[in-house]
């Protein structure tokens, strides 16, 4: 069993930014791929990066590349997500989860460990 807990939320203006953690627990998670999806109040989770395991392939969704970097610590696993040039619409919860495959995937059912979510708000 995987036990996920993120960190790193917090109020921030528009155009800073935020460095998200995702602590991994119960057994290593280096062969896990890994997400980050994000929930608006209101709205449908949705993805916002992922991570592959072992070789560390990434992709995003649009709305976040070329602002959003997601990394990984296998030795310590850690998954982040380094956050720039934040806009208000980045206002969500959001969460880490890791699914048994080492294939990268955008596809949230195909996650079986979620960690709580951690909040990130973003102010005009």
């Known amino acids: 069993q995987v036990q996920l807990v993120e960190s790193g939320g917090g109020l921030v203006q528009a155009g800073g930014s935020l460095r998200l953690s995702c602590a991994g627990s119960?057994?290593?998670?280096?062969?896990?791929?890994m997400g980050w999806f994000r929930q608006a109040p209101g709205k449908e989770r949705e993805f916002v990066a992922t991570?592959?395991?072992?070789?560390?392939?990434?992709s995003y969704a649009d709305s976040v590349l070329d602002r959003f970097t997601i990394s990984r610590d296998n030795g310590r696993d850690m998954l982040y997500l380094q956050m720039t040039s934040l806009k208000v619409e980045d206002t969500a919860v959001y969460y880490c989860?890791?699914?048994?495959?080492?294939?990268?995937?955008?596809?949230?059912?195909?996650?079986?460990?979620w960690g709580q979510g951690t909040q990130v708000t973003v102010s005009s």
């Open positions: 991570i592959s395991g072992l070789s560390g392939m990434t």
């Open positions: 119960g057994r290593s998670i280096s062969r896990n791929a």
């Open positions: 989860a890791a699914r048994s495959s080492v294939a990268a995937s955008s596809y949230l059912r195909s996650y079986e460990y």
